[in-house]
């Protein structure tokens, strides 16, 4: 995924826009066509019409398909290449080889038996071809190598080694499966894309058209411009809102990146800081409640709970990153100096509120309908009404969704959807080699014992494979890639099913800040003209005291609120909230290298050892490491007192 791709998605050009340097008359009027007429056939099939999964699945994805190719460019490196014949022919192509199992499918499979003919595998191969070019258009090389490996895999696994091997299945046989059923490209995963996912997109992109963006910038701006280092707290908070609606740490850092940014350069953070701090705010996006880059919907799919259930257990994960951040950004600001926004220049809550303020009824409405129990798709019906209606409830008209804007909300919610649903239909094919061969419990297997059963190191050795994994890839396919091949690893040994689950998605979306290929940080090193790789490793400094969390969450799952282990202990919950807070800021500010005045080795060594201690449910390390932290404390504040004192006279005199 490159900044230009995103910013055909995220940019501020007026709603539903499909004209550009790709696509011109026609070309572009059809492509319009083409995304509204998605957006009303995902409402349509999620609500009023009764059709079944497959062939919703397989009617869906080819609109998505032709979509994708219609908008994107064969060469990422000229994304305004315009659209060619080649792209004519490529939409023929998809159009005829999933509609011939969209046509054949009952033939197929009741009048022939499941007795698969050579025509039937040619159009198989010819499908995934199409599914190969399209992922590589949309989203990068990286799935479909990976693809092609398990295809290799699932055919030649009798050559493998000993503890990899399996007997190998026939090409007919793979063919058939990720071709031919719901157990491949039109499965499960592509079932979630086309209701609750799409639907939750279009939410957003009402949302957007109805002015919430710049909610939330004023919003931010009124509660955290006046504090110390205030910009930068501004872009903590904006991100979270806006992240977790768009679930992308690259749109999101494109859309407010290019407001909060050039704001923090402005009262003197460095531009490499300032690229950071969006980066590593905005990567949080993907784990923040209620859509989690989409992953949650994914998440519940897999786990087979309810919805519900997965966005109460990212409340507490997503509130001590954000709270991690902060400390972090806090540090920074105290060692430079610097302070907050004049009055002046920020707005007032109120005032923001009374002109904008009716805009958060439909978050607040999604959240209410889901935890009554009902359904996400009814969830995701209500707040696009929601949005509709409020939007005539505030004082600024410009809010309003009139007709223009409605249409222009699903061809924007159709063009947000192509990389989530075409990432779910790619991985469907990894998945099938995935339980064809039951490579996931090997992998586990082989991961437990290299460890030695010792439960940090296999949390180690996992969180690096998660994030090697997700180089490059959107939350939605990093997020089943590391589900099908590192979360069983996690649950064999011991740990939760969902507490493994969120391990290996929230270490698959710090992929965004890991370098060498930190997507969200090279993203704002482009917009704050700094050092790209200068750029990632403080967005990775930042965003670092987060990575205990998952730590935290393993260990001690209570974390995650998750009832079905049984009643919830609001007492130990309170207490391992607390010592996580201890935990998160002590690594921010050891690894700030700052509290009153800059820290002495052994302080700031101590305040790692501060974090380490409270990863784990063992009382006799939390005893230490709290009595540990109030030493360092005292310590601190003590030889620091009389340094602050004379600065003080200094500046008096």
């Not at 550009?20 to 995304?35: C, E, F, I, P, Y």
């Not at 740990?495 to 992929?511: D, E, K, Q, R």
């Not at 540990?628 to 003590?638: D, E, K, P, S, T």
């Amino acid at each position: 995924m490159n900044d230009k791709t995103n910013q055909i998605q995220t940019s501020d050009t007026p709603v539903g826009k499909m004209e550009n340097d790709r696509l011109q008359g026609v070309s572009a009027k059809t492509a319009a066509l083409v995304a509204i007429v998605l957006s009303i056939f995902v409402l349509l099939t999620s609500s009023y019409l009764n059709i079944q999964e497959f062939y919703r699945n397989t009617i869906f994805i080819t609109l998505i398909v032709v979509l994708g190719f219609f908008l994107y460019a064969p060469n990422k490196k000229k994304p305004d290449q315009k659209f060619s014949y080649m792209d004519i022919a490529l939409i023929i192509l998809a159009i005829i080889s999933i509609g011939y199992i969209t046509v054949n499918y009952t033939n197929l499979h009741v009048e022939r038996m499941s007795q698969a003919n050579t025509t039937d595998y040619i159009f198989a191969v010819l499908c995934i071809l199409v599914v190969f070019e399209i992922t590589r258009r949309t989203i990068g090389w990286f799935i479909p190598i990976l693809s092609v490996l398990a295809m290799i895999y699932a055919v030649y696994g009798a050559y493998f080694p000993i503890d990899f091997a399996h007997s190998g299945f026939s090409l007919d046989r793979l063919l058939y499966r990720v071709y031919m059923t719901s157990n491949g490209i039109f499965g499960s995963t592509l079932s979630i894309a086309s209701t609750y996912i799409v639907l939750f997109i279009l939410f957003g992109a009402f949302l957007s058209a109805s002015g919430a963006s710049k909610l939330f910038n004023d919003l931010a701006l009124a509660i955290a411009g006046q504090r110390r280092g205030g910009p930068a707290q501004v872009a903590v908070i904006t991100s979270a809102l806006t992240g977790s609606l768009n679930g992308s740490a690259v749109a999101n850092v494109a859309t407010t990146g290019a407001f909060t940014i050039p704001l923090m350069k402005s009262i003197g953070l460095k531009s490499r800081f300032a690229a950071g701090v969006e980066a590593a705010a905005s990567t949080g996006g993907m784990i923040m409640p209620p859509i989690m880059g989409a992953a949650a919907f994914i998440m519940a799919g897999f786990l087979g709970v309810p919805y519900t259930v997965v966005i109460i257990a990212g409340i507490i994960p997503a509130l001590l990153y954000y709270i991690a951040l902060i400390f972090a950004v806090d540090a920074e600001a105290k060692k430079m100096g610097l302070k907050g926004l004049s009055k002046d220049n920020i707005p007032e809550v109120k005032a923001v509120l009374l002109q904008r303020g009716a805009l958060l009824l439909p978050i607040i409405i999604v959240f209410g309908v889901l935890l009554t129990g009902r359904t996400a798709i009814f969830a995701g019906f209500a707040g696009i009404i929601a949005v509709i209606i409020t939007s005539y409830l505030t004082k600024d008209k410009t809010n309003r969704i009139t007709i223009q804007k409605f249409f222009g909300s699903l061809v924007d919610g159709a063009k947000g959807s192509i990389q989530v649903a075409i990432a779910c239909a790619s991985v469907g094919i990894i998945i099938a080699v995935v339980s064809m061969s039951g490579v996931g419990s090997m992998l586990a297997y082989n991961v437990i014992d290299i460890a030695g059963g010792n439960l940090f190191l296999i949390l180690v050795m996992v969180m690096v494979t998660c994030i090697i994994l997700s180089f490059g890839l959107p939350s939605t396919a990093l997020y089943i890639v590391v589900a099908v091949t590192a979360a069983p690893a996690l649950v064999q040994a011991g740990i939760t099913p969902l507490a493994a689950h969120f391990f290996v998605f929230y270490f698959g979306a710090m992929s965004n800040v890991t370098p060498p290929v930190a997507l969200a940080a090279y993203t704002g090193a482009g917009i704050a003209d700094s050092d790209p790789m200068k750029t990632s490793w403080t967005a990775l400094r930042l965003a670092l005291p987060g990575f205990i969390i998952p730590f935290i969450i393993a260990y001690d799952p209570i974390l995650l609120m998750d009832a079905s282990e049984g009643p919830v202990n609001y007492g130990s919950l309170l207490i391992t909230f607390a010592t996580a807070i201890v935990g998160v800021y002590a690594l921010a500010v050891g690894m700030g290298n700052f509290i009153r005045a800059r820290l002495y080795i052994v302080e700031r060594m101590a305040m790692i050892a501060v974090a380490f201690l409270l990863i784990t449910t063992n009382q006799m390390f939390d005893l230490i490491g709290i009595g540990l932290f109030i030493i360092v404390i005292i310590v601190h504040y003590a030889r620091t007192r009389k340094i602050l004192e004379a600065t003080e006279l200094d500046e008096t005199n």
